[in-house]
């Protein structure tokens, strides 16, 4: 029992798994903030070139 213990300490000691899963979850607030950037200005640009046509008459 004494062995599994250690074991089980050991385990929770490690830091290399959590290191991975913090990279990830900043990998995925860095992607959610490009595509919701992408989106605000697709919809700014949208508008934009609405206009430009309409002011051309097409």
């Not at 599994?4 to 290191?19: H, I, N």
């Not at 992607?31 to 508008?47: D, E, K, P, Q, Y």
């Amino acid at each position: 029992m004494r062995a599994a213990r250690e074991e089980f300490m050991q385990f929770l000691s490690k830091e290399d798994g959590a290191t991975a899963v913090e990279y990830a979850l900043i990998a995925g607030i860095i992607c959610l903030a490009i595509v919701g950037g992408l989106a605000a200005v697709g919809t700014s640009t949208g508008s934009s070139l609405n206009k430009a046509a309409d002011g051309f008459g097409l």
